[in-house]
């Protein structure tokens, strides 16, 4: 019994052990299926279908998903197109009777099924057809099938590696290739350059010299002179080899060659001519495409309520360059409701960044004016305010709440409306920096006397004066901690990070407008105190008393107490003359000024 008898009594006998199809499937009596046995003349390559049982397809689910690794397949998305594999077939050949070759080419490479009835014998005159519908092709080359042609004028692929966008035709060689392909595959006038460089290549080169005008080159290279396809010289060179040792049909050989290739060369103008103008008519269609999907864009923009932001992308150059570059608009397909509900999210993320550029350009244009209507009011406030000397410039940026009221989010508003609210966040922190300076005040005073914490230093005779270094006026307590002096602004840390926005720009520009400088503004420092400490020393000590225990009331109950400073010079007009008497209040004040004027007059 030979091996296909054995299968077929296999096949019988398998087919006998298995149950039937009415055991697992019940057929139904409903009406014919849908898809039946495969109808002549038609395109569908569907397989003959019989309806089965709501109840067997529920079980064969069943135990689809009791298998393990089994994962449900997403359904194939049918194209537009695919309503025409179940067209009659003489209603597809009239079709494609009005068609061009780039159409039929398309439509060649819908399914497997219209690619093996386009690429049979029976539709080559649909191919003739397609190519007179072209205007100004030039003639097909005799080599070449009408397949083949189309392929190579319209196909936009590699023919070596398959990679897309490929637009460099050689037309001599009937080849298309992609720039790594076409550096692979050239090779240079070299006896040496390909794998076929036997004895008769050379004796080729050594008799005739110009391959050239036998086999069509590839290009031309300003430093390596002609530029050959390495497939078709390797043909060429084992056809040659073969007739090689026949003089007369290596002559006759080398004659038809080189009127074969005079009759190649002599298409390649009007190839390049025609793709030129090809590339050109390709270019202003998909521009066409693209912008009327741009267009189709913005309508649905303006859908959504973006209309101010698309004209602002009218007045910017660069955005409208960077808006129409984004993938999503500068893609060349038709927008539809399927492919904007995709898109959509993208889209609206760039344009929402267009609109906050938008409004941070409208706040930045706005801020010069907030930023006077909030100083306006600030002034109002801290004139209100006994013994306050802030600056509204102070308060506009170390308050930060301030800085809330004129932000990008706020509206507009006016001065009226917010003298309360500001003149609450005046307070407050007029608060909060007093207790700052009388912190910073009484540990500078621990420090200097040496005093434990559970002294109060303000009740010491040391710490009843207080006088600025930078404008030598004095003060009590109080007057100290709200002493703003006009010397340059320190900062604790260096200048702090948070003054280096639009905000604070705005200020800064202000004040320029005004003649002033960021560094000549005055904010309250305990350095410009310190030097005042060791004055008052020297005077208490002067006068007999401690410095760590004597009070102010001490010291002002002593009514003998008076002091005297001799050979001095004054600081009016540098004379010297004899001081009047005086008590400690002023023996401080004038032992600071005598000390001033004599390191003056030193210098």
Known sequence: MSRRSQRVAKQSKDNASAPSVETKASVSPSPEPESGPRTRGRLTGKARRVNISPEAK??????????????ARAPRKRGKLHQMLDMPLDVIMEICLHLGLREMLWLSRLSKAFHRFFTSRSTQYIW?????????????PEELTEIAYSNLLYSTHCHNCLGKNCHFVYWACRVRLCKKCFHKLYVQRNPNFTAIATQTMKLLYECF???????????????????QYKPHLDKFLLAFDKVFDDAEKQKEFLAERQLSTRAILKTVPAFNEWYDRYKSTRADELDDIRQARQDAIEEKLKEDGW?????????????????????EVRKTQALSPRIWATIKDSVTK????????RLREIYIESLPNRVYKLGKVIKAVVGEIDRCELTSQECELRIPELFDMVGPNKEDFEVEDLQPTVRTLVVDYLGKRDSIAQRELTAALRKECGLDDSVDPFSLAVGSCFRCAQCNHAFNLGGAVRHVCRSNWKYPLGKPEWMSGDYFRAIRDSLEEDGYRLD????WCVENFRPTFSQAIVVIRACGFDVKTATVKDLDEEKNLRLLCTNHRTWNDYKIEYAPIMNWRTAVWFLFFVLESVKRGAG
């Open 350 to 357: 760039f344009v929402q960044e267009i609109r906050d550029k």
């Open 307 to 327: 209309q101010l932001e698309l004209d602002y992308l009218e007045n910017s150059e660069e955005d409208r360059k960077n808006f129409l570059k984004l993938p």
């Open 520 to 523: 000549d503004q005055f904010m």
């Open 128 to 140: 003739k057809a397609a190519a007179l519908n072209v205007p100004d092709l030039p003639p097909r």
């Open 209 to 227: 010299g110009r391959v050239n005008q036998l086999v069509p080159p590839l290009g031309r290279c300003e430093n390596t002179g002609i530029l």
């Open 58 to 71: 529920g079980e064969y689910s069943e135990k689809c998903a009791s298998k393990p690794g089994k994962v």
